[in-house]
């Protein structure tokens, strides 16, 4: 079963506006790391984001994380029609016995329309 | 660095058949993780190898194998193909970042059983 939950399951957008989405997991973890994926392509690495951490940057990119909610969100901020994908969070359990088992979830479908 | 390579991309074998996938990490990475997405199960681990020992196995039948050699390339081997094993197998290659692991995916293999 997957560990984690992403909302919504499909958003479309027009070019320019932000999007959001939203993953919650249920075990403590070490990290939280967002995929995209481009038409049943290989998963691109966006960002990861630690237990520690609340917030983080990357370019278009933001990401904040709420262990006591357990949950995360990916803000893309003025997307684009390339942002067009599936999205997914990962999460790898605390414990120190998970090694190299990433536990994804079902993923959000971005439509960004020109 | 060169990112992660997966050989053959294209894969269609007939039941009954045998397979195996090849990986090479990033160079550098010692841990090797093999993933199975089809759409109605999503993103499920199949195992993980890190200096040729195999640390952590997900919840496949024993026709799903693998092995890692000593340059850290790593092979999957799927015996007696069923229907059910189409899917796109995904290759992860990882470094620690604190209690956890960064993971960095192929762009897969995607294989047809007929």
């Known amino acids: 079963s997957q560990q984690g939950e992403e909302d919504p399951q499909a958003l479309s957008i027009q070019e320019g506006e932000n999007a959001t989405m939203n993953c919650s997991y249920k075990t403590s973890i070490n990290n939280l790391q967002w995929y995209r994926q481009n038409s049943g392509r290989g998963l691109v690495h966006l960002i990861l984001?630690?237990?520690?951490?609340r917030e983080k940057h990357s370019g278009r990119l933001r990401v904040t994380l709420d262990t006591s909610k357990k949950s995360s969100s990916l803000l893309i901020t003025a997307s684009r029609a390339a942002d067009t994908a599936s999205y997914f969070c990962?999460?790898?359990?605390?414990?120190?016995?998970?090694?190299?088992?990433?536990?994804f979830g079902q993923g959000t479908i971005l439509t960004v329309h020109p | 660095k060169a990112g992660v390579t997966q050989t053959p991309r294209y894969l269609i074998k007939t039941r009954g058949q045998q397979v195996t996938l090849s990986c090479s990490p990033i160079s550098g990475h010692r841990s090797v993780s093999w993933y199975q997405q089809t759409p109605g199960q999503g993103l499920q681990f199949l195992f993980e190898y890190f200096s040729e020992t195999q640390r952590n196995k997900g919840n496949f039948p024993g026709r799903f194998s693998g092995r890692q050699f000593s340059n850290s390339r790593s092979e999957m081997n799927v015996s007696t193909l069923e229907l059910g094993d189409s899917a796109l197998y995904l290759c992860?290659?990882?470094?620690?970042?604190?209690?956890?692991?960064?993971?960095?995916f192929g762009p897969g293999t995607r294989l047809t059983v007929t």
């Open positions: 990962a999460t790898d359990p605390d414990g120190g016995t998970s090694y190299g088992k990433l536990t």
């Open positions: 984001i630690r237990s520690n951490e």
């Open positions: 992860a290659s990882s470094f620690r970042v604190g209690q956890g692991y960064e993971q960095y």
